[in-house]
T-cell receptor, first 110, second 115 residues
Framework: GQQVMQIPQYQHVQEGEDFTTYCNSS?????IQWYKQRPGGHPVFLIQ?????EVKKQKRLTFQFGEAKKNSSLHITATQTTDVGTYFC??????????FGPGTRLSVLP | NAGVTQTPKFQVLKTGQSMTLQCAQD?????MSWYRQDPGMGLRLIHY???????DQGEVPNGYNVSRSTTEDFPLRLLSAAPSQTSVYFC??????????????FGNGTRLTVT
């Protein structure tokens, strides 16, 4: 079945540093969604990418979809302690179901 | 709007016991699903449904049953609990897939421990 990979598994940064997580697949992705899960919470939708090469921004967060639709990335500029959590990418597998990556856990040291 | 409601929030079972995790949504979503989350494993799909009367297996369906008799409810049944089923379980729903997909809405989760 389809597999979605994410790197890194963990990332520790000092507050104010930048952070990037990468989502990769060996097969072409359908539509990518990004979710954030705070410690002890549930995943919350951040954004959806549909088109090849698409770039979307939400304040300090920048999301990209690769030209070949085999990878995606989430970049956070100048991290804050409120950014702490696990970030997941998910592919909708052409309408069959949602396949999640294993997530990247972000720690931000004040 | 309540969104996706899961009950119970916590549950402790003994090996061999059975139970049902409840999930209800009030957004008229066609798509509903169950995930389990284990440390370092991300979210793994157990079962999903694209509408009332239709269910299908996900990545890790063994030991679990589901049914979808109404659009609103999607209960997950553990037939004979095993320690390997200790996990956090999330129910999630979404509108029917179209070329422009809508996001998954998650419940708050059920933390299950099997001793």
């Amino acid at each position: 079945g389809q597999q979605v990979m994410q790197i890194p598994q963990y990332q520790h940064v000092q507050e104010g540093e930048d952070f990037t997580t990468y989502c990769n697949s060996s097969t072409t992705l359908s539509n990518i969604q990004w979710y954030k899960q705070r410690p002890g919470g549930h995943p919350v939708f951040l954004i959806q990418l549909v088109k090849s090469g698409e770039v979307k921004k939400q304040k300090r967060l920048t999301f990209q979809f690769g030209e070949a639709k085999k990878n995606s990335s989430l970049h956070i500029t100048a991290t804050q302690t409120t950014d702490v959590g696990t970030y997941f990418c998910a592919d909708d597998n052409y309408g069959q179901n949602f396949v999640f990556g294993p997530g990247t856990r972000l720690s931000v040291l004040p | 709007n309540a969104g996706v409601t899961q009950t119970p929030k916590f549950q402790v079972l003994k090996t061999g016991q059975s139970m049902t995790l409840q999930c209800a949504q009030d957004m008229n979503h066609e798509y509903m699903s169950w995930y389990r989350q284990d440390p370092g494993m991300g979210l793994r799909l157990i079962h999903y449904s694209v509408g009332a009367g239709i269910t299908d297996q996900g990545e890790v369906p063994n030991g679990y049953n589901v049914s979808r008799s109404t659009t609103e409810d999607f209960p997950l049944r553990l037939l004979s609990a095993a320690p390997s089923q200790t996990s956090v379980y999330f129910c999630a729903s979404s509108t029917q897939w179209t070329p422009k997909v809508s996001p998954l809405h998650f419940g708050n989760g059920t933390r299950l421990t099997v001793t």
